[in-house]
T-cell receptor, first 111, second 114 residues
Framework: KQEVTQIPAALSVPEGENLVLNCSFT??????LQWFRQDPGKGLTSLLL?????REQTSGRLNASLDKSSGRSTLYIAASQPGDSATYLC??????????FGAGTTVTVRA | EPEVTQTPSHQVTQMGQEVILRCVPI?????FYWYRQILGQKVEFLVS????????KSEIFDDQFSVERPDGSNFTLKIRSTKLEDSAMYFC????????????FGAGSRLTVL
């Protein structure tokens, strides 16, 4: 069974600092990995999708890396802003029609 | 940008009552899903649906749950006899091709069972 772990559970940084969010998974036979953002009481917004053949994916200030062999992904958010405050979830797809989610990292960016 | 739409946004029901949660997936998507998130816990997969049948379901998705695509646009989740532990946020999601495309989620339906 795929287990997905996210460390740290919570993070508080001053505005402008870079954020580093970690995700690890136990079964390296994945098809892709997706990072989501969740605002309190809201749905999930997809940020980045990394296919298993890729090493990284970038979108604006966001960059996600994937090391499938070691079962790790890292989401970097450059020059954080208060609007980046949210919970960030990673989810792993084994190409079996379902995602396995981590518990998330709750980020607070202080103005 | 196309959205997955869910109704109701919040439903309160008495234990033992039937509940139907509704979703309108993105129009050109072929695969549909239900996930749930109990307060403070991980998002959990419930069921996937393609070509009018269930592709995969989790252990959570027992006989109390059913899904249906009653017409060309709606996708529903029915809980036959709700229990207190069914209280959660239920998310509908859809995509065109599993694995190749991002999974687009709706805003969720919060179910409170009293």
């Amino acid at each position: 069974k795929q287990e997905v772990t996210q460390i740290p559970a919570a993070l508080s940084v001053p505005e402008g600092e870079n954020l580093v969010l970690n995700c690890s998974f136990t079964d390296s036979a994945i098809y892709n990995l997706q990072w989501f953002r969740q605002d309190p009481g809201k749905g999930l917004t997809s940020l980045l999708l990394i296919q298993s053949s890729q090493r990284e994916q970038t979108s604006g200030r966001l960059n996600a890396s994937l090391d499938k062999s070691s079962g790790r992904s890292t989401l970097y958010i450059a020059a954080s802003q208060p609007g980046d405050s949210a919970t960030y979830l990673c989810a792993v797809d084994r190409n079996d029609y379902k995602l396995s989610f981590g518990a998330g990292t709750t980020v607070t960016v202080r103005a | 940008e196309p959205e997955v739409t869910q109704t109701p946004s919040h439903q309160v029901t008495q234990m033992g009552q039937e509940v139907i949660l509704r979703c309108v997936p993105i129009s050109n998507h072929l695969y549909f899903y239900w996930y749930r998130q109990i307060l403070g816990q991980k998002v959990e997969f419930l069921v996937s649906f393609y070509n009018n049948e269930i592709s995969e379901k989790s252990e959570i998705f027992d006989d109390q749950f059913s899904v249906e695509r009653p017409d060309g646009s709606n996708f529903t989740l029915k809980i036959r006899s709700t229990k207190l532990e069914d209280s959660a946020m239920y998310f509908c999601a859809s995509n065109r091709v599993p694995g190749a495309n991002v999974l687009t989620f709706g805003a969720g339906s919060r179910l409170t069972v009293l």
